[in-house]
């Protein structure tokens, strides 16, 4: 066998450097694949049919708002249902929590700790579905699926931990360019994705899990006064205590029924506020959206109610995936 020499040697060396480099590359573009951002936003042409000779008003994004919004709702034929959206993200909550499981009902101690919601349910005056949420499942990427219909890379994991302004076109950009006013209580995400899109906002860190008190209380301290108000189209509440509750002792903890509890309580002064028979002022309609979320992974759970003032019946809309519990984020 002829010696090993210094040349071969290195020639092999580089080899297997090259190798391990090359394979590592492979993995790291295509297992954290980086998706440039959109240019542009969507206008008029989107209510018209795609045709390879259209040309889109480029002028229309640049429209005053009130104008826009007019253009808009000419071009859809559709008038509202509603005149505010309130949307409601209980993180971390599992979806047989509130719905049970594989056809059965919940089980005895979660259902009784909800039971307004569960009213909600049993009545028809909410409606509960599932819907799948691709992973990662940390929160930036899924609001950011949320808002934009973007499915999220594993790079977001890491982003994460330094969210920064979204720049894709996305729904709360496509409100706030039709003159909505929106407001944000709860998860600091929403703040940093969005920075200059809320005219009053309180956010709160998720990454301190020790806390699920003072987290969920910094947002429904705010909550009667907001509904008091009549200045905004959009209330977003993000509560994280639940899911901090997951986090430090799983669902068998004893902390879980008090928090849920805690949840039905805030669904409930937010249903009563858009109850006919409390005599609400200005006639003002409110869409209640709670997103719940599976602990297997597979997909999300929302519950969704509204109320037509004009024809003074309840009606159910579909909204969108969050993200799933029991991961740090």
């Known amino acids: 066998m002829a010696p090993l020499t210094c040349t071969k ?29 959109l240019p542009g936003t ?35 034929g559709i008038p509202p249902s509603f005149e505010r959206l309130i949307l409601m993200v209980i993180d971390g909550l599992p979806a047989e929590f509130v719905l049970g499981k594989n056809g059965k009902p919940p089980n005895k101690q979660f259902k009784e700790a909800m039971p307004y919601t569960q009213s909600l349910l049993a009545s028809g005056s909410a409606i509960g579905y ?4 691709a992973p990662p499942t940390v929160t ?18 890491a982003f994460n931990f330094n969210t920064q302004a979204m720049m894709d076109d996305n729904l709360l950009g496509q409100f706030f360019r039709i003159g909505w006013k929106m407001v944000m209580l709860g998860d600091e995400t929403w ?41 905004w189209n959009l209330l977003i509440l993000h509560y994280l205590g639940l899911d901090h509750v997951g986090h430090i002792g799983g669902r068998s903890s004893v902390l879980m029924a008090p928090k849920l509890k805690e949840m039905d309580e805030v669904v409930k002064l937010i249903h009563s506020s858009i109850n006919p028979s409390q005599g609400n002022r200005q006639g003002q309609a409110l869409l209640l959206s709670r997103h719940l979320c599976l602990d297997n992974s597979q997909g999300v759970v929302s519950l969704t109610w509204g109320l037509d ?17 029991q991961t740090n984020g």
């Open 140 to 157: 930036m990427p899924r609001l950011k699926a949320m808002v934009s219909g973007a499915i999220g890379g594993f790079l977001d994991v």
């Open 42 to 76: 969507s206008g008029s042409e989107s209510f018209y049919a795609p045709s390879c000779d259209f040309v889109g008003n480029l002028s229309d994004t640049t429209l005053p708002s009130d104008q826009l919004k007019s253009l808009y709702q000419e071009l859809s």
């Open 191 to 231: 703040i940093k994705l969005f920075p200059r899109l809320f005219q009053r906002h309180d956010g709160v860190s998720s990454f301190y899990v020790k806390d699920t008190v003072q987290v969920d209380q910094n947002v429904s301290r705010h909550l009667g006064y907001e509904l008091r108000k009549d200045d």
């Open 309 to 325: 003032r004009k024809n003074n019946k309840t009606k159910r809309r579909i909204c969108y995936h969050v993200k799933q519990p």
């Open 9 to 37: 040697l290195s020639v092999i060396t580089v080899t297997g450097v090259l190798t391990q480099f090359i394979g590592l590359s492979l993995f790291v573009f295509g297992f954290f694949p980086v998706k440039p951002a």
């Open 130 to 133: 599932h819907a799948k949420a």
